[in-house]
Structure formats: structure tokens, C-alpha cells
């Protein structure tokens, strides 16, 4: 089984988060994350939503030790894939991307699928402009051998 701790520690690795990182996206101290991380603090229930918001997980799987499978919140798949193509910063603007758009959703009655559907699409458009920024800056610093 996997402890509280661990699932962080995991999960944020995931990421590529630094605890630094983790601790700005939730409101913490860096202290608290190593603390939570090391099992040397336990959480408020607020505190573990927060924690589960940021790492795209369920709160259920990060506080039941039982639970060994990665439950991932229904953005938590495009927070680690923005993770891993462009690292910290990457999780943490497509998540801030994803909540902001949740909005979108209140007192709506689209299914899950849709949601998905929504989901997968400002992804891409994140990716895709991600990548186009990427290539332009580098043809122009090959085109004049400087940055600028």
C-alpha cells in the first residue's frame, strides 16, 4: 500500500513538479509538502483537495492508502501530459487553462464524454500553440544567429 506521502511524491514526480511548485499551486509552504511527503504532517480535508486539484487526481485515492491506482480527476490526464512536454510551468498553465474553463460547465448538462471531448480540444489548441511559439522563436534566433 501507499501511503498519503508517497502518492504525492509519486504523482508530483509525474508532473515534473519540485515541491516549490506543488506548494504554489495549492497556497502551501514548500515545508508543508516535504512534511506531508515525509509523513510527518497530516493535511486538512481542504488541504487534500487542493493537493488532489493540482497533482489531477481524486481526493479519494490521494487520502485512502487502500486505493493503489491512480484515480485521475477529469483534467488530471492533460495536467501530467503538459507536464511532461514542458515541465513545470507546462502543468501548471494548462491547469490553470482547464479550471478557469470549467466555468464553462455550471448548470449545463453535458455528459462526461463531452466534457472530454472539450477537454481534449483546448489541449491540443494549448499544444499546438505551444509548439508554433516553440518553432517561431527558434527560426528567429537561427535567422539572426542572437536571440531577439
Known sequence: MKTFGEKIRERRNELGLSQTALAEMCGLSGRSVYGYEAGEKIPRRSTV???????GVSDRYLSDDSIEEVEESPT???????????????????????????ALFAGGELSQSEKDTFFEAVMRAYITCKDESKARFERRIGEDGEEG
Open 76 to 102: 488530471g490526464k492533460y495536467i501530467a501530459e503538459a507536464g511532461r512536454r514542458y515541465g513545470e510551468q507546462g502543468a501548471r498553465d494548462i491547469k490553470a487553462l482547464l479550471e478557469d474553463n470549467i
Open 49 to 55: 483537495i487542493r493537493l488532489a486539484r493540482a497533482l
